[in-house]
């Protein structure tokens, strides 16, 4: 795979943010320093068009602007993933955009569509894969209700090297792992949190929209699971577990405000999020996400 996509994937996929200019479009520009920072802390996949960067809040349009300019910003420092997603010309058009730009593979958001059936996703997938021109594919499985024998046969698709699994049924991702080709690539989707239950089942590397803000303390946790050292990944996720719980207010609303908001805090203009995303902090939010900053050196207290 392209700058080795596989054992990236082992790593920490690094879910970048959708910077926003005063007039509300998107300024990949402003990008420039996170990555930089990630990249030097050791961040192995950036991912743009993901769930942290509000991917469903874009049009295909900026979507198409995002990887292309995330994809120059890279460079050959690390691999690409890049997100397609959404009705499936829009995911095809994107898929070509991405493999056009230079991305190392695709990661597929799971269709939002209220009407999805398992063998449907079957055909969506495969239809995105042959847009895709051979462009390794990356499964986001948010809902695995489908059963273990669909999951399988979504993994059995050409072209399909590893699944992002973001549901809490570390028993269901067994199952799943036993049911597919051993090859396969199974991603901690729930970020650090839940990153020590789903490796402990077979899982390996996970999802971060942290890097933005602290990718040195990403990258700690994942060093301690790579070792094997469970208490102490425990005790760096327990670390930054308020600002996971920040974000997981209002219904998951403030998952990405919360990024954002500690983003502005640090010097890093990045815009707000769209709406139906909460915006800003209610004060009881921001106050708690200052004291988290602060309390780990990651801005003054009081500078926010």
Known sequence: MTLDLAAALTGISGIL???FDSSGMVAPSRLAPL??????????????????GEFSALSCDEACTMVRAVAVLVGNRAPLLA????????ACRLARASAEAGASG??????PDPFVSPRGTVDYIRAIA?????????????????GTARIADLCAIPGVRGVKWA????????????????????????AEVWAPPLYAVGARGFTSGLIN????????????????????????????????DIRAEELNGTNVTAVKAALLAQGHAC???????????????????????AANALIREGTE
């Open 271 to 293: 815009g707000p999020t769209r709406p139906p995303s909460a915006w800003p902090l209610s004060p009881s939010q921001a106050r708690r996400l200052e004291h988290f900053l």
């Open 130 to 146: 042959d847009a895709a021109d051979g462009l390794p594919l990356v499964l986001y499985l948010r809902n695995d209700a489908m």
């Open 35 to 52: 990555l930089d920072r990630a990249l030097a802390a050791g961040v192995h996949l950036p991912v743009v068009n993901g769930n942290t």
């Open 213 to 244: 803000v602290w990718p040195e303390r990403s990258v700690a946790i994942h060093a301690a699971l790579a070792a094997g050292d469970y208490p102490g990944a425990s005790a760096l996720i327990n670390g930054m577990r308020a600002f996971e």
């Open 167 to 190: 549901t809490p049924n570390p028993l269901n991702l067994a199952a799943a792992i036993a049911a597919c080709d051993p090859g396969i690539i199974w991603v901690a989707g729930l």
């Open 17 to 19: 943010v959708t910077p």
């Open 83 to 90: 997100g397609v997603g959404r009705s499936l010309p829009d």
């Open 106 to 111: 695709l990661m597929i958001h799971q269709p």
